[in-house]
Protein backbone atom coordinates (compact mmCIF):
# COMPACT_ATOMS: atom_id res chain seq x y z
CA UNK A 1 0.00 0.00 0.00
CA UNK A 2 2.96 2.41 0.56
CA UNK A 3 4.77 1.71 -2.75
CA UNK A 4 1.19 1.86 -4.63
CA UNK A 5 0.76 5.75 -2.43
CA UNK A 6 3.84 6.66 -3.20
CA UNK A 7 3.79 5.59 -7.06
CA UNK A 8 0.06 7.49 -7.26
CA UNK A 9 1.53 10.53 -5.78
CA UNK A 10 4.33 10.49 -8.26
CA UNK A 11 1.77 9.97 -11.19
CA UNK A 12 0.06 12.78 -9.64
CA UNK A 13 2.98 15.66 -9.76
CA UNK A 14 3.75 14.22 -13.01
CA UNK A 15 0.07 14.83 -14.39
CA UNK A 16 0.18 18.42 -12.97
CA UNK A 17 3.28 19.19 -14.23
CA UNK A 18 2.72 18.60 -17.38
CA UNK A 19 -0.69 19.72 -17.85
CA UNK A 20 0.20 23.11 -16.16
CA UNK A 21 3.37 23.09 -18.74
CA UNK A 22 1.28 22.32 -21.75
CA UNK A 23 -1.65 24.53 -21.06
CA UNK A 24 0.07 27.62 -20.59
CA UNK A 25 2.43 26.95 -23.86
CA UNK A 26 -0.71 26.21 -25.62
CA UNK A 27 -2.64 29.56 -24.68
CA UNK A 28 -6.29 28.92 -24.52
CA UNK A 29 -8.98 27.27 -23.11
CA UNK A 30 -9.04 23.39 -22.35
CA UNK A 31 -11.43 21.22 -23.63
CA UNK A 32 -12.68 17.46 -22.81
CA UNK A 33 -10.49 16.43 -25.86
CA UNK A 34 -7.15 17.34 -24.52
CA UNK A 35 -5.07 14.11 -24.01
CA UNK A 36 -2.82 15.41 -21.03
CA UNK A 37 -6.20 16.63 -19.09
CA UNK A 38 -7.92 13.24 -19.74
CA UNK A 39 -4.60 11.68 -18.29
CA UNK A 40 -4.97 14.00 -15.15
CA UNK A 41 -8.50 12.50 -15.02
CA UNK A 42 -7.65 8.87 -14.86
CA UNK A 43 -4.94 9.62 -12.29
CA UNK A 44 -7.04 11.43 -10.25
CA UNK A 45 -9.72 8.48 -10.38
CA UNK A 46 -6.89 6.40 -9.17
CA UNK A 47 -6.14 8.38 -6.51
CA UNK A 48 -9.57 8.70 -4.91
CA UNK A 49 -10.40 4.76 -6.07
CA UNK A 50 -7.07 3.58 -4.03
CA UNK A 51 -8.15 2.35 -0.51
CA UNK A 52 -11.90 2.29 -1.35
CA UNK A 53 -13.99 0.32 0.86
CA UNK A 54 -16.11 -2.41 -1.59
CA UNK A 55 -19.95 -2.55 -1.13
CA UNK A 56 -21.84 -5.72 -1.38
CA UNK A 57 -24.61 -5.96 -4.19
CA UNK A 58 -26.65 -8.17 -6.65
CA UNK A 59 -24.00 -8.19 -9.16
CA UNK A 60 -20.80 -8.43 -6.76
CA UNK A 61 -18.57 -5.98 -4.95
CA UNK A 62 -18.75 -2.24 -6.52
CA UNK A 63 -16.23 0.32 -5.47
CA UNK A 64 -17.22 3.90 -5.94
CA UNK A 65 -15.64 7.37 -5.15
CA UNK A 66 -19.16 8.85 -5.80
CA UNK A 67 -19.86 8.61 -2.39
CA UNK A 68 -17.02 10.58 -0.73
CA UNK A 69 -17.14 13.62 -2.91
CA UNK A 70 -21.20 13.76 -2.02
CA UNK A 71 -19.58 14.53 1.40
CA UNK A 72 -18.00 17.92 0.22
CA UNK A 73 -21.76 19.18 -0.12
CA UNK A 74 -22.05 18.99 3.52
CA UNK A 75 -18.53 20.27 4.00
CA UNK A 76 -18.54 23.36 1.97
CA UNK A 77 -22.06 24.96 0.76
CA UNK A 78 -20.81 26.15 -2.89
CA UNK A 79 -20.21 22.20 -3.51
CA UNK A 80 -23.86 21.73 -3.65
CA UNK A 81 -24.38 23.46 -6.99
CA UNK A 82 -21.94 20.61 -8.71
CA UNK A 83 -23.77 17.38 -7.03
CA UNK A 84 -26.72 19.23 -8.03
CA UNK A 85 -26.00 19.61 -11.56
CA UNK A 86 -24.47 16.11 -11.43
CA UNK A 87 -27.45 14.92 -10.23
CA UNK A 88 -29.77 15.81 -13.07
CA UNK A 89 -27.77 15.13 -15.80
CA UNK A 90 -29.50 12.52 -18.15
CA UNK A 91 -26.95 10.87 -19.39
CA UNK A 92 -25.14 9.28 -15.68
CA UNK A 93 -26.51 5.96 -15.05
CA UNK A 94 -23.64 4.76 -12.86
CA UNK A 95 -21.63 6.27 -9.79
CA UNK A 96 -18.28 6.31 -11.41
CA UNK A 97 -20.22 8.49 -13.92
CA UNK A 98 -20.73 11.01 -11.57
CA UNK A 99 -18.29 11.24 -10.02
CA UNK A 100 -16.10 11.81 -13.01
CA UNK A 101 -18.79 14.50 -13.92
CA UNK A 102 -17.91 16.37 -10.35
CA UNK A 103 -14.01 15.92 -11.14
CA UNK A 104 -14.62 18.17 -14.65
CA UNK A 105 -17.20 20.64 -12.95
CA UNK A 106 -15.03 21.38 -10.21
CA UNK A 107 -12.11 21.93 -12.38
CA UNK A 108 -14.16 24.09 -14.59
CA UNK A 109 -14.99 25.99 -11.24
CA UNK A 110 -11.13 26.29 -10.23
CA UNK A 111 -11.87 25.11 -6.84
CA UNK A 112 -11.09 21.25 -7.17
CA UNK A 113 -8.00 22.41 -4.40
CA UNK A 114 -10.26 23.68 -1.89
CA UNK A 115 -12.90 20.88 -2.28
CA UNK A 116 -10.10 17.88 -1.82
CA UNK A 117 -8.64 19.86 1.34
CA UNK A 118 -12.12 19.93 2.96
CA UNK A 119 -12.72 16.43 2.15
CA UNK A 120 -9.06 15.10 3.36
CA UNK A 121 -9.17 16.70 7.13
CA UNK A 122 -12.26 14.96 8.07
CA UNK A 123 -11.25 11.80 8.47
CA UNK A 124 -13.49 10.46 10.55
CA UNK A 125 -16.52 10.45 7.60
CA UNK A 126 -13.78 9.10 5.66
CA UNK A 127 -13.32 6.55 7.06
CA UNK A 128 -16.78 5.06 6.59
CA UNK A 129 -15.39 5.00 3.06
CA UNK A 130 -11.85 3.99 3.06
CA UNK A 131 -9.62 1.73 4.35
CA UNK A 132 -7.24 2.90 7.24
CA UNK A 133 -3.41 2.43 4.84
CA UNK A 134 -5.51 4.23 2.02
CA UNK A 135 -3.91 7.54 0.06
CA UNK A 136 -6.77 9.85 0.69
CA UNK A 137 -6.36 8.87 4.76
CA UNK A 138 -2.31 9.30 4.35
CA UNK A 139 -0.13 12.32 4.05
CA UNK A 140 -0.02 11.93 0.67
CA UNK A 141 -3.21 13.12 -0.14
CA UNK A 142 -2.94 16.14 1.59
CA UNK A 143 0.45 16.83 -0.79
CA UNK A 144 -1.95 16.27 -4.03
CA UNK A 145 -4.68 18.23 -2.32
CA UNK A 146 -1.84 21.05 -2.35
CA UNK A 147 -0.34 20.13 -5.77
CA UNK A 148 -3.95 20.86 -7.34
CA UNK A 149 -3.80 24.93 -6.24
CA UNK A 150 -1.78 25.39 -9.93
CA UNK A 151 -4.68 24.20 -11.84
CA UNK A 152 -5.60 27.16 -11.13
CA UNK A 153 -4.38 28.77 -13.71
CA UNK A 154 -5.53 26.78 -16.15
CA UNK A 155 -9.49 27.58 -17.80
CA UNK A 156 -11.28 24.80 -18.94
CA UNK A 157 -14.88 24.60 -20.53
CA UNK A 158 -16.56 20.66 -20.90
CA UNK A 159 -19.75 19.91 -22.41
CA UNK A 160 -21.34 17.02 -20.31
CA UNK A 161 -24.12 16.22 -22.12
CA UNK A 162 -23.05 14.46 -25.25
CA UNK A 163 -20.30 12.87 -23.46
CA UNK A 164 -20.28 8.69 -22.14
CA UNK A 165 -18.89 9.23 -18.73
CA UNK A 166 -20.41 5.73 -17.70
CA UNK A 167 -18.12 3.44 -19.80
CA UNK A 168 -14.68 5.03 -20.08
CA UNK A 169 -11.65 2.68 -19.45
CA UNK A 170 -9.20 4.88 -16.94
CA UNK A 171 -5.78 4.00 -17.82
CA UNK A 172 -2.66 5.73 -17.67
CA UNK A 173 -0.90 6.78 -20.60
CA UNK A 174 2.76 6.16 -19.04
CA UNK A 175 4.35 7.59 -22.86
CA UNK A 176 3.55 10.91 -21.69
CA UNK A 177 5.49 11.25 -19.12
CA UNK A 178 8.39 8.47 -20.08
CA UNK A 179 10.44 11.35 -22.37
CA UNK A 180 14.38 10.98 -21.84
CA UNK A 181 16.27 13.97 -21.81
CA UNK A 182 19.39 14.88 -23.71
CA UNK A 183 21.02 17.02 -21.61
CA UNK A 184 21.16 14.93 -18.23
CA UNK A 185 23.68 15.48 -15.94
CA UNK A 186 24.27 12.69 -13.22
CA UNK A 187 22.16 13.50 -10.53
CA UNK A 188 19.14 14.00 -12.69
CA UNK A 189 19.60 10.83 -14.53
CA UNK A 190 19.55 8.74 -11.34
CA UNK A 191 16.64 10.35 -10.52
CA UNK A 192 14.83 9.41 -13.46
CA UNK A 193 16.32 6.24 -13.62
CA UNK A 194 14.31 5.62 -10.30
CA UNK A 195 11.17 7.86 -10.96
CA UNK A 196 11.03 5.20 -14.17
CA UNK A 197 11.97 1.89 -11.65
CA UNK A 198 8.87 3.10 -9.43
CA UNK A 199 7.01 3.25 -12.48
CA UNK A 200 7.63 0.14 -13.66
CA UNK A 201 7.07 -1.64 -10.22
CA UNK A 202 3.66 0.51 -10.10
CA UNK A 203 2.33 -1.07 -13.60
CA UNK A 204 3.40 -4.11 -12.36
CA UNK A 205 1.68 -4.09 -9.35
CA UNK A 206 -1.69 -2.95 -11.45
CA UNK A 207 -0.79 -5.50 -14.01
CA UNK A 208 -1.21 -8.14 -11.43
CA UNK A 209 -4.09 -6.24 -9.49
CA UNK A 210 -5.87 -6.47 -12.95
CA UNK A 211 -5.33 -10.08 -13.40
CA UNK A 212 -6.67 -11.34 -10.10
CA UNK A 213 -9.43 -9.20 -10.64
CA UNK A 214 -9.78 -10.76 -14.19
CA UNK A 215 -9.80 -14.04 -12.63
CA UNK A 216 -12.91 -12.87 -9.86
CA UNK A 217 -14.43 -11.63 -13.27
CA UNK A 218 -14.31 -15.43 -14.52
CA UNK A 219 -15.15 -17.15 -12.03
CA UNK A 220 -18.24 -15.18 -11.18
CA UNK A 221 -18.76 -15.33 -15.12
CA UNK A 222 -18.28 -19.59 -14.51
CA UNK A 223 -21.10 -19.25 -11.50
CA UNK A 224 -23.47 -17.41 -13.17
CA UNK A 225 -23.42 -20.39 -15.73
CA UNK A 226 -23.82 -22.62 -13.63
CA UNK A 227 -26.68 -20.63 -11.80
CA UNK A 228 -28.09 -19.91 -14.89
CA UNK A 229 -28.47 -23.71 -15.98
CA UNK A 230 -30.11 -24.20 -12.72
CA UNK A 231 -33.02 -21.86 -13.23
CA UNK A 232 -33.27 -22.47 -16.27
CA UNK A 233 -33.68 -26.61 -15.25
CA UNK A 234 -35.92 -24.71 -12.52
CA UNK A 235 -37.71 -23.13 -15.03
CA UNK A 236 -38.38 -26.05 -16.58
CA UNK A 237 -39.85 -27.94 -13.61
CA UNK A 238 -41.86 -25.00 -13.04
CA UNK A 239 -43.44 -24.78 -16.63
CA UNK A 240 -44.23 -28.82 -16.69
CA UNK A 241 -45.94 -28.43 -13.07
CA UNK A 242 -47.99 -25.38 -14.52
CA UNK A 243 -48.94 -27.65 -17.23
CA UNK A 244 -49.76 -30.29 -14.72
CA UNK A 245 -51.96 -27.87 -12.76
CA UNK A 246 -53.57 -26.27 -15.70
CA UNK A 247 -54.76 -30.11 -16.58
CA UNK A 248 -56.01 -30.61 -12.94
CA UNK A 249 -57.78 -27.61 -12.84
CA UNK A 250 -59.34 -28.23 -16.17
CA UNK A 251 -60.36 -31.97 -15.02
CA UNK A 252 -61.67 -30.14 -11.39
CA UNK A 253 -63.94 -27.73 -13.70
CA UNK A 254 -65.58 -30.79 -15.89
CA UNK A 255 -65.93 -32.67 -12.44
CA UNK A 256 -67.44 -29.64 -11.12
CA UNK A 257 -69.62 -29.25 -13.91
CA UNK A 258 -70.71 -32.69 -13.98
CA UNK A 259 -71.51 -32.26 -10.26
CA UNK A 260 -73.71 -29.22 -10.91
CA UNK A 261 -75.90 -31.46 -13.89
CA UNK A 262 -75.99 -33.97 -11.76
CA UNK A 263 -77.23 -31.64 -8.52
CA UNK A 264 -80.53 -30.36 -10.82
CA UNK A 265 -81.35 -33.91 -11.51
CA UNK A 266 -81.44 -35.21 -7.96
CA UNK A 267 -83.98 -34.80 -5.46
CA UNK A 268 -83.61 -31.92 -2.63
CA UNK A 269 -83.13 -34.56 0.10
CA UNK A 270 -79.94 -35.26 -1.71
CA UNK A 271 -79.05 -31.60 -2.17
CA UNK A 272 -77.47 -31.52 1.16
CA UNK A 273 -75.02 -34.07 1.02
CA UNK A 274 -74.19 -33.02 -2.55
CA UNK A 275 -73.49 -29.39 -1.18
CA UNK A 276 -70.87 -30.64 1.18
CA UNK A 277 -69.27 -32.18 -1.77
CA UNK A 278 -69.83 -28.90 -3.71
CA UNK A 279 -68.48 -27.36 -1.29
CA UNK A 280 -65.22 -29.07 -0.96
CA UNK A 281 -64.71 -29.11 -4.59
CA UNK A 282 -64.94 -25.76 -4.59
CA UNK A 283 -62.43 -25.17 -1.54
CA UNK A 284 -59.82 -27.18 -3.51
CA UNK A 285 -60.70 -25.63 -6.62
CA UNK A 286 -59.68 -21.97 -4.89
CA UNK A 287 -56.82 -23.67 -3.09
CA UNK A 288 -55.54 -24.86 -6.76
CA UNK A 289 -56.19 -21.62 -7.92
CA UNK A 290 -54.25 -20.01 -5.48
CA UNK A 291 -51.81 -22.55 -6.04
CA UNK A 292 -51.70 -21.47 -9.52
CA UNK A 293 -51.63 -17.87 -8.42
CA UNK A 294 -48.37 -18.26 -6.22
CA UNK A 295 -46.87 -20.14 -9.50
CA UNK A 296 -47.18 -17.98 -12.08
CA UNK A 297 -45.93 -15.31 -9.42
CA UNK A 298 -42.57 -17.67 -9.08
CA UNK A 299 -42.41 -18.04 -12.79
CA UNK A 300 -42.30 -14.12 -13.19
CA UNK A 301 -39.77 -13.63 -10.16
CA UNK A 302 -37.70 -16.70 -12.33
CA UNK A 303 -38.41 -14.73 -15.45
CA UNK A 304 -37.02 -11.53 -14.55
CA UNK A 305 -33.96 -12.61 -12.44
CA UNK A 306 -33.22 -14.57 -15.53
CA UNK A 307 -33.35 -11.28 -17.30
CA UNK A 308 -31.27 -9.72 -14.32
CA UNK A 309 -28.53 -12.16 -14.70
CA UNK A 310 -28.68 -11.73 -18.89
CA UNK A 311 -27.95 -8.14 -18.38
CA UNK A 312 -25.31 -8.46 -15.93
CA UNK A 313 -23.72 -11.31 -18.26
CA UNK A 314 -23.90 -8.28 -20.66
CA UNK A 315 -22.18 -6.02 -18.47
CA UNK A 316 -19.66 -8.39 -17.27
CA UNK A 317 -18.75 -9.48 -20.82
CA UNK A 318 -18.22 -5.59 -21.56
CA UNK A 319 -15.77 -5.14 -18.45
CA UNK A 320 -14.41 -8.40 -19.18
CA UNK A 321 -13.27 -6.80 -23.10
CA UNK A 322 -12.51 -3.14 -21.59
CA UNK A 323 -10.42 -4.67 -18.76
CA UNK A 324 -8.63 -6.82 -21.49
CA UNK A 325 -8.29 -3.57 -23.91
CA UNK A 326 -6.24 -1.91 -20.53
CA UNK A 327 -3.72 -5.19 -19.64
CA UNK A 328 -3.04 -5.05 -23.49
CA UNK A 329 -1.94 -1.06 -23.34
CA UNK A 330 -0.22 -1.69 -19.97
CA UNK A 331 1.59 -4.79 -21.66
CA UNK A 332 2.19 -2.38 -24.40
CA UNK A 333 3.51 0.27 -21.70
CA UNK A 334 5.37 -2.63 -19.70
CA UNK A 335 7.36 -3.54 -23.11
CA UNK A 336 8.45 0.51 -23.49
CA UNK A 337 9.33 0.84 -19.97
CA UNK A 338 11.86 -2.28 -20.58
CA UNK A 339 12.92 -1.12 -23.70
CA UNK A 340 13.21 2.21 -22.13
CA UNK A 341 15.31 0.88 -18.82
CA UNK A 342 17.47 -1.41 -21.56
CA UNK A 343 18.49 2.22 -23.11
CA UNK A 344 18.76 4.14 -19.89
CA UNK A 345 21.26 1.46 -18.66
CA UNK A 346 23.36 1.61 -21.59
CA UNK A 347 23.33 5.33 -21.66
CA UNK A 348 24.63 4.50 -17.84
CA UNK A 349 27.05 2.69 -18.47
CA UNK A 350 28.21 4.88 -21.41
CA UNK A 351 28.33 7.55 -18.81
CA UNK A 352 30.62 5.72 -16.23
CA UNK A 353 32.93 4.93 -18.99
CA UNK A 354 33.10 8.48 -19.89
CA UNK A 355 33.45 9.57 -15.95
CA UNK A 356 36.32 7.23 -15.95
CA UNK A 357 38.22 9.10 -18.82
CA UNK A 358 37.81 12.35 -17.62
CA UNK A 359 39.08 11.08 -14.17
CA UNK A 360 42.29 9.94 -15.93
CA UNK A 361 42.28 13.45 -17.54
CA UNK A 362 42.10 15.05 -14.57
CA UNK A 363 45.02 13.14 -13.18
CA UNK A 364 46.82 13.64 -15.78
CA UNK A 365 46.56 17.49 -16.17
CA UNK A 366 46.80 17.59 -12.18
CA UNK A 367 50.58 15.81 -12.40
CA UNK A 368 51.13 18.57 -15.75
CA UNK A 369 49.63 21.62 -13.52
CA UNK A 370 52.13 20.42 -10.65
CA UNK A 371 55.17 19.95 -12.90
CA UNK A 372 54.12 23.38 -14.57
CA UNK A 373 53.88 24.52 -10.41
CA UNK A 374 57.79 23.34 -9.87
CA UNK A 375 58.87 25.01 -13.19
CA UNK A 376 57.51 27.99 -11.96
CA UNK A 377 58.88 28.39 -8.93
CA UNK A 378 62.48 27.17 -10.47
CA UNK A 379 62.08 30.15 -13.25
CA UNK A 380 61.19 32.64 -9.88
CA UNK A 381 63.93 31.62 -8.12
CA UNK A 382 65.96 32.36 -11.44
CA UNK A 383 64.03 35.61 -11.72
CA UNK A 384 65.31 36.12 -8.65
CA UNK A 385 68.60 35.74 -8.54
CA UNK A 386 69.23 37.61 -12.14
CA UNK A 387 67.35 40.07 -10.46
CA UNK A 388 69.91 40.31 -7.62
CA UNK A 389 72.88 40.23 -10.11
CA UNK A 390 71.45 42.97 -11.75
CA UNK A 391 70.83 44.84 -8.32
CA UNK A 392 74.56 43.62 -7.75
CA UNK A 393 75.44 45.00 -11.62
CA UNK A 394 73.88 48.50 -11.24
CA UNK A 395 75.54 48.85 -7.91
CA UNK A 396 79.08 48.12 -9.47
CA UNK A 397 78.01 50.43 -12.71
CA UNK A 398 77.36 53.28 -9.93
CA UNK A 399 80.59 52.37 -8.02
CA UNK A 400 82.36 52.39 -11.58
CA UNK A 401 81.36 55.58 -12.50
CA UNK A 402 81.77 57.20 -8.96
CA UNK A 403 85.64 56.17 -8.80
CA UNK A 404 86.67 56.85 -12.73
CA UNK A 405 83.90 59.47 -13.52
CA UNK A 406 86.95 62.04 -12.94
CA UNK A 407 89.06 60.65 -14.83
CA UNK A 408 87.05 60.02 -17.71
CA UNK A 409 85.85 63.49 -17.83
CA UNK A 410 89.70 64.63 -17.53
CA UNK A 411 90.32 62.19 -20.66
CA UNK A 412 87.35 63.71 -23.14
CA UNK A 413 88.98 67.10 -22.27
CA UNK A 414 92.63 66.04 -23.66
CA UNK A 415 90.88 64.27 -26.75
CA UNK A 416 88.88 67.63 -27.35
CA UNK A 417 92.42 69.34 -27.15
CA UNK A 418 93.99 66.80 -29.33
CA UNK A 419 91.03 67.03 -31.96
CA UNK A 420 91.92 70.66 -32.00
CA UNK A 421 95.52 70.48 -32.67
CA UNK A 422 94.30 67.67 -35.21
CA UNK A 423 92.22 70.33 -36.85
CA UNK A 424 95.14 72.85 -36.72
CA UNK A 425 97.75 70.65 -38.04
CA UNK A 426 95.38 69.36 -41.00
CA UNK A 427 94.64 72.62 -41.74
CA UNK A 428 98.60 73.45 -41.80
CA UNK A 429 99.22 70.42 -44.04
CA UNK A 430 96.51 71.72 -46.30
CA UNK A 431 98.32 75.07 -46.72
CA UNK A 432 101.01 73.37 -47.53
CA UNK A 433 100.05 71.86 -50.49
CA UNK A 434 98.69 74.27 -51.79
CA UNK A 435 102.00 76.23 -51.49
CA UNK A 436 103.65 73.36 -52.55
CA UNK A 437 101.29 73.10 -55.36
CA UNK A 438 101.97 76.27 -56.03
CA UNK A 439 105.31 75.85 -56.15
CA UNK A 440 105.57 72.98 -58.56
CA UNK A 441 103.58 75.03 -61.17
CA UNK A 442 106.09 78.02 -61.14
CA UNK A 443 109.32 75.68 -60.86
CA UNK A 444 110.20 73.28 -64.06
CA UNK A 445 108.37 69.80 -64.51
CA UNK A 446 110.98 67.18 -64.36
CA UNK A 447 112.11 68.77 -61.10
CA UNK A 448 111.28 66.79 -58.28
CA UNK A 449 109.90 68.29 -54.42
CA UNK A 450 112.42 68.31 -51.58
CA UNK A 451 112.01 65.31 -49.50
CA UNK A 452 112.79 67.61 -46.12
CA UNK A 453 109.51 69.32 -45.40
CA UNK A 454 107.68 65.60 -46.15
CA UNK A 455 109.87 64.17 -43.72
CA UNK A 456 108.93 67.04 -41.14
CA UNK A 457 105.33 66.71 -41.72
CA UNK A 458 105.51 62.79 -41.57
CA UNK A 459 106.81 62.67 -38.30
CA UNK A 460 104.27 65.87 -36.69
CA UNK A 461 101.72 63.66 -37.49
CA UNK A 462 102.87 59.85 -36.33
CA UNK A 463 103.83 62.29 -33.30
CA UNK A 464 100.26 63.65 -32.51
CA UNK A 465 99.08 59.80 -33.56
CA UNK A 466 101.47 57.95 -30.75
CA UNK A 467 100.31 60.92 -28.05
CA UNK A 468 96.53 60.30 -29.03
CA UNK A 469 97.50 56.63 -28.89
CA UNK A 470 98.76 56.28 -25.24
CA UNK A 471 95.74 58.21 -23.33
CA UNK A 472 93.93 55.72 -25.08
CA UNK A 473 95.72 52.64 -23.37
CA UNK A 474 96.08 54.51 -20.06
CA UNK A 475 92.58 55.07 -19.89
CA UNK A 476 90.66 52.64 -22.16
CA UNK A 477 88.65 55.41 -23.55
CA UNK A 478 86.85 55.85 -26.85
CA UNK A 479 88.71 57.91 -29.34
CA UNK A 480 85.58 59.47 -31.01
CA UNK A 481 88.31 60.26 -34.25
CA UNK A 482 91.29 58.68 -35.52
CA UNK A 483 94.41 59.99 -36.44
CA UNK A 484 95.80 58.76 -39.63
CA UNK A 485 99.12 59.86 -40.78
CA UNK A 486 99.23 60.43 -44.62
CA UNK A 487 101.87 58.72 -46.95
CA UNK A 488 104.32 59.89 -48.98
CA UNK A 489 101.95 58.61 -51.76
CA UNK A 490 99.45 61.04 -50.56
CA UNK A 491 101.94 64.11 -50.18
CA UNK A 492 103.29 63.91 -53.61
CA UNK A 493 100.55 62.43 -56.10
CA UNK A 494 96.64 62.72 -55.43
CA UNK A 495 95.81 60.31 -57.42
CA UNK A 496 96.93 57.35 -55.27
CA UNK A 497 94.57 58.95 -52.42
CA UNK A 498 92.16 55.99 -53.64
CA UNK A 499 94.25 53.14 -52.89
CA UNK A 500 93.13 50.90 -50.17
CA UNK A 501 95.57 51.38 -47.37
CA UNK A 502 97.29 48.32 -45.67
CA UNK A 503 96.27 46.54 -41.87
CA UNK A 504 98.17 48.47 -39.37
CA UNK A 505 98.11 44.76 -37.97
CA UNK A 506 99.25 42.28 -40.47
CA UNK A 507 100.64 44.54 -42.91
CA UNK A 508 99.85 42.22 -45.87
CA UNK A 509 99.62 43.05 -49.45
CA UNK A 510 96.06 41.41 -49.88
CA UNK A 511 94.63 42.94 -46.62
CA UNK A 512 92.73 46.07 -46.99
CA UNK A 513 92.47 48.56 -43.84
CA UNK A 514 88.39 48.58 -43.98
CA UNK A 515 87.51 48.84 -39.99
CA UNK A 516 88.26 51.57 -37.57
CA UNK A 517 88.93 50.41 -33.91
CA UNK A 518 86.87 52.74 -31.59
CA UNK A 519 89.42 52.38 -28.93
CA UNK A 520 92.75 53.09 -30.26
CA UNK A 521 91.48 54.80 -33.79
CA UNK A 522 93.69 52.57 -36.03
CA UNK A 523 92.46 50.84 -39.41
CA UNK A 524 92.62 47.42 -39.65
CA UNK A 525 91.37 44.14 -41.94
CA UNK A 526 88.37 42.55 -41.65
CA UNK A 527 90.19 39.28 -39.69
CA UNK A 528 92.06 41.89 -37.51
CA UNK A 529 88.91 43.66 -36.69
CA UNK A 530 85.97 41.19 -36.71
CA UNK A 531 85.25 41.74 -32.41
CA UNK A 532 82.82 43.95 -30.62
CA UNK A 533 82.62 44.72 -27.28
CA UNK A 534 81.18 47.54 -25.01
CA UNK A 535 83.53 50.10 -24.13
CA UNK A 536 83.36 52.11 -20.78
CA UNK A 537 82.11 55.45 -22.90
CA UNK A 538 79.13 53.61 -24.54
CA UNK A 539 77.11 50.44 -23.84
CA UNK A 540 76.53 49.18 -27.34
CA UNK A 541 79.29 47.10 -28.48
CA UNK A 542 81.84 48.80 -30.84
CA UNK A 543 84.12 47.19 -33.18
CA UNK A 544 87.78 46.99 -31.69
CA UNK A 545 91.05 45.72 -32.98
CA UNK A 546 92.28 42.55 -31.66
CA UNK A 547 94.96 43.19 -29.46
CA UNK A 548 92.49 46.08 -27.56
CA UNK A 549 90.60 43.09 -27.41
CA UNK A 550 92.96 41.22 -25.65
CA UNK A 551 93.44 44.02 -23.27
CA UNK A 552 90.19 45.21 -22.84
CA UNK A 553 89.32 41.52 -22.02
CA UNK A 554 92.03 41.42 -19.19
CA UNK A 555 90.60 44.63 -17.55
CA UNK A 556 87.00 43.66 -17.95
CA UNK A 557 87.98 40.30 -15.69
CA UNK A 558 90.41 42.05 -13.43
CA UNK A 559 87.17 45.23 -12.55
CA UNK A 560 84.53 44.48 -10.49
CA UNK A 561 82.09 45.78 -13.08
Not at 398 to 419: H, M, P, Y
Request: aromatic share 4%; with cysteine.
Amino acid sequence: MANERMNLMNMAKLSIKGLIESALNLGRTLDSDYAPLQQFFVVMEHCLKHGLKAKKTFLGQNKSFWGPLELVEKLVPEAGEITASVKDLPGLKTPVGRGRAWLRLALMQKKLSEYMKALINKKELLSEFYEPNALMMEEEGAIIAGLLVGLNVIDANFCMKGEDLDSQVGVIDFSMYLKDGNSTKGSEGDGQITAILDQKNYVEELNRHLNATVNNLQAKVDALEKSNTKLTEELAVANNRIITLQEEMERVKEESSYILESNRKVNKQDRTADGQALSEARKHLKEETQLRLDVEKELEMQISMRQEMELAMKMLEKDVCEKQDALVSLRQQLDDLRALKQELSFKLQSSDLGVKQKSELNSRLEEKTNQMAATIKQLEQRLRQAERGRQSAEEDNRLFKQDFGDKINSLQLEVEALLRQRSQLELELKRERERRLQNSQRAPEKTPPKPEPKLDGKHKIREENDKLKKPGEEGHTILPTKLQPPSDDQQDQPSLLRKPQRCQLCHEEGSAAKNMCKNCGGTFCQACSASELPLPSSINPEPVCNPCRDRLLKQYSVSPS
